[in-house]
């Protein structure tokens, strides 16, 4: 566990204690599981791990943690890839996961309130029977809270936006314990500064998000899919560029290239063909859909697709989608033993092809085997590294090739990550693609957190 802390361990448990009883814990397994999340950074346990049940509880942790100058780190369910929760400097774990509750539907304005340990599946099985849903899938069954906190994205972005698009308003507490609110459950405001937003994404550097309202959308009336191999991944960008410029609705749009079409082929017992694929969904009414899918089929065999597959039954979308949903499996049975090293980058849509390019002939030139997978439609794709753990030259070859993949992704207008965050793994990149931005963000933090003990280490170093 942590050591030669500025601050009393000892008697920061006593005070917490004193308010939370059994809901604080100092079981290092409890501890353990706290300090990581799935991305490749070494455990890095709190001192303390507190259960919170409502915004009040949090607000007198961080008050208590404040008068210590103790680090504060929230947890929701621990799926954020970049190291977002190790706690580096110790300090005290703030557990959401007990406010899981679904404060309010209002159907006839299309949104919900949640606390911030409600994840993503379980508020879609609520909503059920409204004819509503919310449609944000990062692929984890992550919180909503950690969704906001880590401004996370997925599949269905194209359509629907990321989370900073579907956060109506948000509860935080902020570092000296203080309890605000900011949005507006309006659907356009031009009053003062864009807080909301501000936070959304913060990674709880800023504050710990503990309500949510959040933007619903009726439930489409068909669901449909469909699959198509390409020759090459030059042509699949070519022909989903040209998709999006016919305005054609699609809701997602997925890219395997062949490596990650053969792992999980083997994996799964399934017979793609081994080449750049591109799975797709359609939402709407079953004469668009339709219509969507002969349009986009049309297209595809412009550019040179070798033969677009619809699949309309929930049956037959779950085969074809299972190629997408397995690949991260598969990858790990191809490398039993070793750990991932996950990351992505997001850059225009028009450098995506030649940006994949560069970064499979990086990874050749360097023995690196790792397949690509990416939302095709905004420009945004992931590749996982993996090194045997203790392996450090393995280690020290891979987070080359990550760092120039986002350096590539930065010099053609791009970003270092495009729905992974900052955490650990990504501060120097941040450096570099915001570096006349950086004061101002510093300042920011500064300004909201100045004694620097909310998830000290993590986007902004001061």
């Known amino acids: 566990m942590p050591t030669d802390h500025p601050f009393d361990v ?6 917490l204690r004193e308010f939370l009883g059994e809901r604080l814990s100092t079981s290092a397994a409890i501890c353990e599981q706290h300090g990581q999340d799935e991305s490749f950074h070494p455990c890095a346990p709190p001192d303390l791990v507190a259960f919170a049940q409502s915004t009040e509880d949090v607000a007198q942790i961080v008050k208590l943690c404040a008068r210590y100058k103790a680090p504060v780190i929230a947890f929701g369910a621990g ?13 005290v774990c703030i557990d959401l996961s007990p406010m899981d ?62 989370m900073q698009e579907n956060v109506l308003t948000a509860k935080v507490v902020l570092a000296d314990g203080s309890i605000v609110q900011v949005g507006s459950r309006a659907r356009k405001s031009s009053a003062g500064y864009n807080l909301l937003h501000l936070l959304i994404g913060s990674e709880g550097t800023l504050g710990i998000i503990t309500e949510l309202t959040l933007r619903l959308y009726g439930r489409p ?25 016919s305005e054609i609705p699609l809701a ?15 994996y799964a017992g399934l017979e793609n063909e081994v080449a750049p694929t591109l799975f797709l969904e359609f939402h709407g009414t079953p004469a668009s859909v339709a219509d969507d899918q002969k349009r986009f089929a049309e297209i595809s065999q412009e550019f040179g697709g070798k033969g677009f597959r619809a699949a309309s039954s929930p049956e037959e979308r779950k085969k074809l989608w299972r190629a997408r949903h397995e690949a991260l499996y598969a990858a790990k049975s191809f490398n039993p033993g070793k750990k991932g090293l996950i990351t992505d980058v997001c850059v ?22 790792a397949a690509v997978i990416g939302h095709v439609g905004d420009g945004n794709y992931h590749t996982t590294l993996w090194v045997e753990p203790g392996d450090e030259a393995a280690l020290k070859t ?18 270092c990550t495009g729905e992974h965050g900052i955490g650990l793994g990504k501060r120097l990149f941040l450096q570099k693609e915001h570096h006349s931005a950086m004061p101002m963000m510093r300042a920011i933090k500064k300004a909201l957190d100045p004694d620097n003990i909310m998830n000290p280490g993590k986007v902004i170093s001061l």
Not at 84 to 89: K, L, M, S, Y
Not at 111 to 126: C, K, S, W
Not at 253 to 258: F, G, H, K, R
């Open 79 to 91: 799926t954020a890839l970049e190291g977002h929760v190790n706690a580096i400097h110790g300090g």
């Open 101 to 162: 509750a679904v404060l309010e539907v209002r159907a006839e304005d299309m949104d919900v309130t949640v606390q911030a340990g409600v994840r993503r599946r379980q508020l879609e099985e609520h909503l059920r029977d409204t004819g509503l849903h919310f449609p944000v899938d990062p692929g984890a069954d992550a919180t909503l809270g950690g969704m906001a906190a880590t401004g996370a994205s997925g599949t269905t972005t194209l359509r629907y936006g990321a």
């Open 348 to 369: 225009p849509i028009s450098k995506l092809a030649q940006s994949i390019a560069d970064t499979r002939k990086d990874f050749d030139e360097h023995g690196i085997l």
């Open 221 to 245: 009336e068909v669901e449909a899919s469909g699959v198509c191999a390409f020759d090459t991944v030059q042509n699949m960008v070519d022909a989903v560029t040209f998709a999006i410029q």
């Open 10 to 15: 000892d008697a920061l448990a006593a005070d």
């Open 252 to 266: 997602r749009m997925e890219l395997m290239d062949e490596l990650a079409i053969y792992a999980v082929n083997m």
């Open 398 to 415: 891979a987070e080359g090739a990550v760092t120039r993949m986002v350096e590539r992704a930065i010099a053609v207008g791009g970003t």
